[in-house]
Nanobody
Framework: VQLVESGGGLVQPGGSLRLSCAASGFTSSSFVMHWARQAPGKGLEWVSGIGSDGRTFYADSMKGRFTISGDNAKNTMYLQMNSLKPEDTAVYYC????????????WGQGTQVTVSS
């Protein structure tokens, strides 16, 4: 399984970005995909997840600002990020697990998001 993120970059506070995670090489119809991030000098933080069952969940600090979605035809997951804040600056990773609550089996290489004026 290969996960490839894209869409990161530099954005001003209050701006928006859409991250993409293209998945390939998996055959299971049951899976959960997640976004996680790591800010400079901090640990990994879970952001959001979407399951093959259609359920979505968000970390409290992202609710109302971030939207996770998926395009099954393209095997791609998205994270629409609005009202970005400097504290959202981090490397964003996508990850895949087999079910809600399971360990992440696969990770992407990450994409840098920098929120700064």
């Amino acid at each position: 399984v290969q996960l490839v993120e894209s869409g990161g970059g530099l954005v001003q506070p209050g701006g928006s970005l859409r991250l993409s995670c293209a998945a390939s090489g998996f055959t299971s119809s049951s899976f959960v995909m997640h976004w996680a991030r790591q800010a400079p000098g901090k640990g990994l933080e879970w952001v959001s997840g979407i399951g093959s069952d259609g359920r979505t969940f968000y970390a409290d600090s992202m609710k109302g600002r971030f939207t996770i979605s998926g395009d099954n035809a393209k095997n791609t997951m998205y994270l629409q990020m609005n009202s970005l804040k400097p504290e959202d600056t981090a490397v964003y990773y996508c990850a895949m697990g087999s079910s809600w609550g399971s360990a992440y089996d696969y990770w992407g290489q990450g994409t840098q998001v920098t929120v700064s004026s």
